[in-house]
């Protein structure tokens, strides 16, 4: 799990709750119709929103918020590139056959096996161009899903909330019913508001930086790929990996100079 994601929730609902606690307003914010109506109308127009393929990728993505996994970093795909291209080097590129299978990485394995059936170079990074322009699609397509929750959870907290005064409107001659009709009004938004911020929101934006660095990494493997396929001296095709990831850092830290490479372009004039 990324100890980013649990210290962000132990902070924030730490913080709501405290504030919860000391105005002593536990027990009137927990309130199930409310949740009912603002989380159920969220998902029901969810779903009316995106076909199911989408919203089953989505559901995929929660787990890969909260459990990430092992992502292989430039370091290590520099080092596993290295590896084949002293291999190829020594004994040519068909000899990278018998390592494709060790091959954990399913866009390095597809790429190496287009250069081994011998496309030529500029064949293989517009494919691999097109494969990163396809998952990075892909990729935007789930993150705006929870985009979108986050947007609808407001509306229907405010939704609960006209609800809730239409029904202390109607009970206004019954003092026991004008409770329950207030508590619905009063803690629908709260519920809005604090599932766009802090459960859609966040997915959204850490999905979004998890599709960048693949992309990233991506990138980094077409030119190790084609380092390989051009049969380059192992020593010269790691300095100019190490360049395009150190031009990666540098538009990282100056988001706002930075001018976003398209897929497969050469950062090295970075």
Known sequence: ?????????LIGLGTVGYVLVQGNSVGLILNAHAILLV????????????????????LKAVRIFLFPGDRPGANLVIRLI??????ARRQGIESLEADLPQVRIPFLANGLRMALDGLPVDLVRSNLIKEIRFSRDRHAQVANVFRSMASY????????????????????????????????????????????????????????????????????????ILCIQQNEVPALAARKLQAFAEAHKRDQLQP?????AQPGTDRRAA
């Open 82 to 87: 290295m590896r084949l291209a002293e291999k």
């Open 153 to 224: 959870a407001p509306i229907f907290g405010l939704l609960g909330t006209l609800v809730g005064v239409v029904q202390v409107l109607m009970t206004l001659t019954d003092p026991k019913t004008i409770g329950a009709s207030m508590a619905i009004a009063m803690t629908a938004t709260f519920y809005g508001i604090f599932g766009a911020n802090f459960l859609f929101l966040p997915i959204a934006g850490k999905l979004n930086v998890y599709a960048q660095e693949e992309v990233f990494l991506e990138e980094l493997m077409i030119e190790g």
């Open 39 to 58: 989380y159920g109308g969220t998902l029901g127009a969810t779903l009316l929103s995106y076909p199911e393929s989408v919203i089953f990728q989505a």
């Open 1 to 9: 799990m990324d100890w980013m994601t649990p210290l962000g929730y």
């Open 256 to 260: 706002s100079a930075a001018t976003p």
